[in-house]
């Protein structure tokens, strides 16, 4: 199963909205509405943003919205923050096993 | 506050085992689906294996399967991974986290695992 495709690096001045891409096939982004979506910190674990393409968790601010058109998915922060800057992950249900994304760095200008 | 400990982790010349553990704390383990979650050094995360509430079903990652075998103990709240045949490639930081619609909403803070002759 290969990684889904994320780009490299995203980056915007605090206030802006960045937009990340993640695509997949038929097999995975677009044969389930069960993309997630994780924010990672140098040295620290993944943290939950969102699930089944744009649902966010308890507790995760509405800055972080998650949508799908076709066989990819997005994530978008709106209203960018300096503690945004991190790396971004999507994963994807493919029928029985997961497959995460190859990451954005989101750089904060 | 919910917490999730794994230990385990170490060197190992390929070819070689490992078994990690993860216990939990302040949530029913016994009613969640549980995974084990692997990141190598500088590159992104990668599913490993799933385990279900009762530890019914088990789903791998094709690359482990029929190397490495999850298992769960919900009387000691406890979560397994019985790695062998270790490969140089099997090298990460293997996190034990708590599966919820799909995602993985709780984390540990991860075991590290050397494959390296």
């Known amino acids: 199963q290969s990684a889904l495709t994320q780009p490299p690096s995203a980056s915007g001045s605090p206030g802006q909205s960045v937009t990340i891409s993640c695509t997949g096939t038929?097999?995975?982004?677009?044969?389930?509405?069960?993309v997630s979506w994780f924010q990672q910190h140098p040295g620290t674990a993944p943290k939950f943003l969102i699930y089944?393409?744009?649902k966010r968790p308890s507790g995760v601010p509405d800055r972080f919205s998650g949508s799908k058109s076709g066989n990819t998915a997005s994530l978008t922060v709106s209203g960018l923050q300096a503690e945004d800057e991190a790396d971004y992950y999507c994963?994807?249900?493919?029928?029985?096993?997961?497959?995460f994304g190859t990451g954005t760095k989101v750089t904060v200008l | 506050e919910v917490q999730l400990v794994e230990s385990g982790g170490g060197l190992v010349q390929p070819g070689g085992s490992l078994r990690l553990s993860c216990v939990v704390s302040e949530f029913t383990f016994s009613h969640y689906w549980m995974s084990w979650v692997r990141q190598a050094p500088g590159m992104g995360p990668e599913w490993v294996a799933n385990i279900k509430e009762d530890g019914s079903d088990k789903y791998y990652m094709n690359s482990v399967r029929g190397r490495f075998t999850i298992s769960r103990d919900n009387a000691k709240n406890s979560l397994f991974l019985q790695m062998n045949s270790l490969r140089v490639d099997d090298t990460a930081v293997y996190y034990c986290a708590r599966a919820v619609n799909h995602g993985w909403d709780y984390w540990g803070r991860g075991t590290l695992v050397t494959v390296s002759s």
């Open positions: 089944g393409v744009n």
């Open positions: 994963s994807s249900f493919a029928g029985s096993i997961y497959v």
């Open positions: 038929s097999s995975d982004v677009g044969g389930y509405n069960l």
